[in-house]
């Protein structure tokens, strides 16, 4: 299937209020190394952690969003990027199958959350890192891969959800999932709009971006070396690094509200605003 560009004018941008959940980063600190911005040498503040991860959620109260919370575990340090922990679509969740053993009790844990919320739960037979790696957008979902989720999972989601997987694969060890490297601005179907940066990416993949993707933005290495595409946009507002200064600047002309939020202390574990934040998709006029 083929994504046309936007019809959607900057003017015509719509805040949808979402559903999210989060996890308070109790336990945070560094003290294994699973990725190129994590150091065990340096030292890290979970007091500033905390801080930082409140501001974000008051931020997305302050937008309207129904922030739901898990409750942290001890020992589980990266529980706070909640995006890892599975993928929720119309009320059925596909849980995480974590790639390193430090992670793997993290998809039980939210596994057992989505069961919890009444959630119709399908536990994954093969690796993959939630939403880190699965984003989707209209009637279809962008895949990552390359670092962390197997391919077979891209199967095994489309037969979940019974939607189109769109494989992409990442080559660039510091953007190791695919929301570090794209964000979803639109997912209207039949508004799909994007932003990414190229060189995060195959040539065969960027060139699948570049033509689903016609009218997307393109940011710059400075911007999203500091995590500004981890983002979370709800249509219109788009919850970014604060350092992502052009980034704003290329929102703020394509018609988005950029909000920059401080989440430093959170990057030395390798996240930010999406990494802490899994959407939770309910079927519209459904509760769970």
């Known amino acids: 299937m083929t994504i046309t560009a936007p019809s959607t004018r900057a003017t015509d941008r719509i805040a949808t209020a979402m559903t999210v959940l989060m996890c308070r980063p109790t336990h945070f600190t560094v003290n294994y190394r699973i990725n190129p911005w994590m150091d065990p040498d340096c030292p890290t503040d979970t007091g500033r952690a905390v801080t930082q991860w409140e501001h974000l959620r008051e931020t997305y109260r302050g937008l309207g969003f129904d922030v739901r919370e898990i409750a942290p575990i001890a020992g589980l340090p990266d529980m706070v990027f909640a995006a890892n922990g599975g993928l929720v679509i119309d009320d059925v969740a596909y849980t995480a199958n974590f790639h390193f053993p430090q992670r793997q009790p993290e998809g039980p844990a939210y596994g057992a959350w989505f069961a919890s919320a009444g959630l119709t739960v399908h536990w994954a037979q093969f690796v993959n890192e939630g939403e880190g790696d699965f984003l989707p957008i209209g009637d279809v979902i962008l895949a990552g891969h390359g670092f962390r989720t197997d391919t077979a999972s891209h199967d095994e989601a489309a037969r979940v959800f019974g939607r189109e997987v769109v494989p992409l694969r990442l080559v660039r060890p510091e953007f190791y999932h695919l929301d570090t490297a794209l964000a979803v601005l639109d997912r209207r179907p039949g508004h799909e709009h994007v932003a990414y940066l190229p060189g995060a990416f195959s040539a065969a993949s960027l060139a699948e971006l570049r033509r689903r993707f016609p009218d997307a933005i393109e940011v710059s290495e400075a911007d999203a070396a500091v995590f500004g595409l981890n983002a979370v946009c709800d249509g219109l507002h788009v919850v970014t690094a604060a350092a992502a200064t052009g980034f704003h600047a290329q929102l703020r002309d394509h018609g988005y509200t950029p909000i920059g939020v ?18 939770l998709r309910s079927v519209p006029g459904k509760e769970f």
């Open 262 to 279: 401080d989440l430093t202390e959170l990057l030395l574990g390798g996240g930010g605003a999406k990494c802490c934040t899994l959407e």
